[in-house]
């Protein structure tokens, strides 16, 4: 089976400016979670979606959001991009989205806003 | 509430010596742990998981964990250490459905 995969792998924004990432599961997985690594907070938990539905959410401001769509593809978004929002983005799939389950993760979206 | 706390953010070993690197978790509950690891500009791959099914969990690459709930422990170890190990590792819990990680620990291995 293919791995977790996302898109774009680098992007540069200017502050007050939103992005989209996308990230695509491993085939026959319904739930994708989404995390933010960055030098100084380290992993983050963002959010999770199932079934198209957001089904649970960090501690994040409503400038960070999501959605799911009926083939399991997750896309995030981030408006009025902040310098602070500089981070490695990372999603994550499983098949249900259950603490017995591994979360396989992608190759992670680096973003850098100046 | 579940959460990681791992000891030390730096460990350097020589290549053919005994890799360690320390998880401790707190919980209530039996939790379900994990090791990842993170070579650069790379996402996260799973080295090994505990889910009650066995204290002493292998994993890929030769790494191994063993779950302690007396010491609230599950430390991560290698016989000997290959250049290729050198990486950041994290240990992560899983709460209320969403990974909790640790802080890291970047290994460095050398010659």
């Known amino acids: 089976k293919a791995g977790v995969t996302q898109t774009p792998r680098y992007l540069i924004k200017t502050r007050g400016q939103q992005v989209t990432l996308s990230c695509s599961p491993i085939?026959?997985?319904?739930?994708v979670s989404w995390y933010q690594q960055t030098p100084g907070q380290g992993l983050q938990f963002l959010f999770e979606?199932?079934?198209?539905?957001?089904?649970n959410k960090g501690n994040f401001p409503g400038r960070f959001s999501g959605r799911q769509f009926s083939n399991s593809r997750s896309e995030m978004n981030v408006s009025t991009l902040e310098l602070g929002d500089s981070a490695l983005y990372l999603c994550?799939?499983?098949?249900?989205?259950?603490?017995?389950?591994?979360?396989?993760f992608g190759p992670g979206t680096r973003l850098l806003v100046l | 509430a579940q959460s990681v706390t791992q000891l030390g953010s730096h460990v350097s070993v020589s290549e053919g010596a005994l890799v360690l690197l320390r998880c401790n978790y707190s919980?209530?509950?039996?939790?379900?742990l994990f090791w990842y690891v993170q070579y650069p500009n790379q996402g996260l791959q799973l080295l090994l998981k505990?889910?009650?099914?066995?204290?002493l969990v292998k994993g890929i690459n030769g790494f191994e964990a063993e779950f302690k709930k007396s010491e609230t422990s599950f430390h991560l170890t290698k016989p000997s250490a290959h250049m290729s190990d050198a990486a950041e590792y994290f240990c992560?819990?899983?709460?209320?459905?969403?990974?909790?990680f640790g802080t890291g620990t970047r290994l460095q291995v050398f010659p």
């Open positions: 505990y889910t009650s099914a066995a204290t």
């Open positions: 919980s209530s509950v039996p939790p379900y």
């Open positions: 979606y199932f079934s198209e539905t957001q089904r």
């Open positions: 994550a799939s499983s098949p249900q989205g259950r603490n017995q389950e591994t979360q396989y």
């Open positions: 992560a819990v899983m709460r209320a459905d969403k990974l909790i």
């Open positions: 085939s026959g997985h319904r739930s």
